[in-house]
């Protein structure tokens, strides 16, 4: 079975203050990573898809890796805008065949950041 | 804004109503989901549109009855829910095809409380 673990569950920072959340997975057949934000009452807004092993994606204070075991999504500097539930999701070999993939989510990192 | 847009945002019903949600996508995208997220957790998938077929049926109870009329609209026809049925409904949509890794867009939601 595929699962996905987040870690920690809660995250407060200083304004500046750079940090990482953790996303580690096991499953079979990984057909991409994805990292998702989450603000409160609303949808989650994409952010990166990951691949392969070595890859990295940023974007403005985001910056997005993959192992084998394990992504990370590292915040450098942050800002109190930044504040925000993160979640992992990972797609994997679609079921019998079929041409999309089901998305497994972690229970998400919750990003408190302080000005 | 997001690509995804749902209506409405809010809806209140008593348990013996009749009530629909809808969603609406013009990205060109085959693949659409039903996800109910509650409070603090990740959202859970409900039902898998690919090529306007039901894909997916997570177990879902019989009360929560999905319809695909087109490539670009999904609706979530609901009938009498009970209490734990309140949540906040998402729709999603991702392209298709033999490339599964690809990523899923959400909506903003339907936040939906049952009296």
């Known amino acids: 079975e595929d699962q996905v673990t987040q870690s920690p569950e809660a995250l407060r920072l200083q304004e500046g203050e750079s940090s990482s959340l953790n996303c580690s997975y096991t499953?079979?057949?990984?057909?991409?990573l994805f990292w998702y934000r989450q603000d409160p009452g609303k949808g989650p807004e994409f952010l990166f898809t990951?691949?392969?092993a070595g890859e990295e994606k940023e974007k403005e204070r985001l910056k997005a890796t993959l192992t084998k075991k394990e992504s990370f999504l590292h915040i450098t500097a942050p800002k109190p805008e930044d504040s925000a539930t993160y979640l992992c999701a990972v797609s994997t070999e679609g079921v019998g065949g079929t041409s999309y993939g089901k998305l497994t989510f972690g229970q998400g990192t919750i990003l408190t950041v302080h000005p | 804004d997001t690509e995804v847009t749902q209506t409405p945002k809010h809806l209140v019903m008593g348990m013996t109503n009749k009530k629909s949600l809808k969603c609406e996508q013009h990205?060109?995208?085959?693949?659409m989901y039903w996800y109910k997220q509650k409070a603090k957790k990740p959202p859970e998938l409900m039902f898998v549109?690919?090529?306007?077929?039901?894909?997916i049926n997570e177990s879902v109870p019989s009360r929560f009855s999905p319809e695909c009329p087109n490539s670009s609209l999904l609706n979530l026809h609901l009938h009498a829910l009970q209490p734990e049925d309140s949540a906040l409904y998402l729709c999603a949509s991702s392209p298709a095809g033999r490339r599964s890794g690809q990523p899923q867009h959400f909506g903003d939601g339907t936040r939906l409380s049952i009296l």
């Open positions: 990951l691949y392969s």
């Open positions: 499953v079979s057949g990984l057909r991409g």
């Open positions: 549109y690919s090529y306007e077929k039901l894909s």
């Open positions: 990205m060109g995208h085959r693949a």
